[in-house]
């Protein structure tokens, strides 16, 4: 099983407030068998209790004993020269970002059937996980294929949607930001609260000031989008140091790409993904 479920009944909680799933049982039915919910404390009774609602609802945390985070956590690449570990750990990691196609259709379902009806907001973020799972979809294939390059190449749009979503609380509106984009408007034309335009460069700063490797990741992988380097590196290696020659390889599949460089690819997707249950 892919999700790593945890018993209330165990003596294991979640933190406060973080949003998880929860169930009555282990499961991998997401859709049909899960709810999204977080814990939470009533500051006067000290009751427990699951919140699972935008109208306080609360259910007790005896009706869903079993909960696992959405987000993953710790995720590392192996310090071996292994090839079955590391291309195990490839195949594992590939799998749970797969599996974030589940995570992304719950959230919509909860962010749909929430509230009092739908608002500009709703649909943005709407068009946000799709385009989300349209890339992880082609970058899990071209990664399979055997096609690096093509799959770090989706990573930089990758970087960009969470980038898009940031930016949509960092205006006064979020649902006048959402319609004015649905419109036609350009975010980099749209203006933050605080007056800013939200270009690319800003908006790396601002998600920068929160994560830190944030800037590397764009830096690195706009390296892909754009020839550079990267791509003559890719296709001209050192073949012998003693005699100082090159070896130029011409064609569609990867050419001596590390097990290693294809994990910190998935992990840095993975990493994305989490972004997009941590917006506030």
Not at 119 to 148: E, K, Q, V
Not at 165 to 177: C, G, I, K, R
Not at 179 to 189: A, H, L, P, Q
Not at 193 to 199: E, I, N, P
């Amino acid at each position: 099983m892919l999700i790593n479920w945890n018993s209330i009944n165990d003596g294991l909680r979640p933190e406060a407030e973080e949003p998880v799933l929860i169930a009555k049982e282990p499961t991998e039915d997401l859709i049909n068998d899960c709810r999204v919910g977080s814990l939470i404390m009533h500051k006067d009774s000290g009751e427990v209790g699951w919140f699972v609602g935008n109208e306080c609802d609360v259910i007790t945390l005896s009706s869903r004993t079993y909960w696992a985070y959405i987000n993953e956590k710790a995720l590392s690449i192996p310090d071996t020269d292994d090839e079955k570990m590391l291309s195990n750990c490839l195949k594992e990691y590939m799998l749970k970002l797969q599996y974030f196609e589940k995570k992304f259709q719950k959230l919509s379902e909860c962010m749909m059937t929430s509230g009092k009806g739908t608002y500009p907001l709703d649909y943005f973020i709407a068009g946000i996980l799709n385009r989300s799972l349209s890339l992880i979809y082609g970058f899990d294939t071209l990664l399979r294929s055997s096609n690096f390059i093509g799959a770090l190449h989706l990573v930089r749009p990758y970087l960009d949607n969470y980038l898009r979503l940031s930016a949509s609380w960092l205006v006064e509106n979020p649902h006048d930001f959402a319609k004015d984009v649905w419109e036609g408007s350009t975010i980099r034309n749209i203006r933050d609260r605080d007056g800013k335009k939200m270009t690319d460069a800003y908006l790396k700063k601002k998600a920068t000031a929160e994560f830190s490797w944030i800037e590397n990741v764009y830096n690195e992988t706009s390296g892909f989008v754009h020839f550079s380097n990267k791509h003559i590196m890719n296709a001209t290696t050192l073949s012998s140091e003693k005699e100082r020659t090159l070896r130029t390889f011409i064609g569609k599949i990867d050419n001596n790409v590390s097990y290693q460089s294809k994990i910190e690819a998935v992990i840095g997707m993975i990493e994305i993904s989490n972004f997009k249950f941590n917006i506030k």
